[in-house]
């Protein structure tokens, strides 16, 4: 915080907010609390994301809220999560794995399925591995520019699909 006059600057927030604790994984929940992986609490954009206990409701919030780094996991529950907008990720999200559930569906939902309207954009965002997703309802499910991504285990329909030198499995 800088002040051009004063030496004591100030200012209320406009809304609630957190001091999250550090650690690699972050988690996403939709509104309802049963029938989950790895939460234990329904999620709320008003959580911090930073536990089982605390998950937020959107992926969109998780990424707004927070700068990923290399080796940060997000855990994205059993439900259905309706995208509004693409998720994009750059080159400082660099090495983010982002996951949902082996043995139940996390179903992501554009509902835009105009052209050029991503689900997931990867702009030089490198090494990034998307897994146990189901991606839903958008022009491309996943588009990506980086280098040595992996989608392991999704599920796409409704989208297409554009890679440029990711590995698929």
Known sequence: ???????????????????????????????????????????DNAHDGKSAATPMHSLHGLLNAYHLAPNDVVHVDTGEYRVYRELALDALDSGVRIEGPSSSIALLQRGNQNSGRHLFLLRDAND??????????????????????????????????????????
């Open 128 to 169: 990034v591995t998307l897994g146990s997703l189901a991606i839903a309802g958008a022009h491309d499910g996943v588009h990506r520019n980086a280098r040595h991504s992996v989608i392991r285990g999704n599920t796409v329909f409704g989208a297409l699909v554009h890679f440029f030198g990711a590995d698929l499995n």
């Open 1 to 43: 915080v800088a002040s051009d006059s004063g030496t004591s600057p100030e200012d209320d927030s406009n809304e609630p907010f957190s001091i999250a604790s550090s650690g690699l994984d972050y988690y996403v929940n939709d509104l309802a609390a049963g029938g989950d992986v790895f939460s234990i609490a329904a999620g």
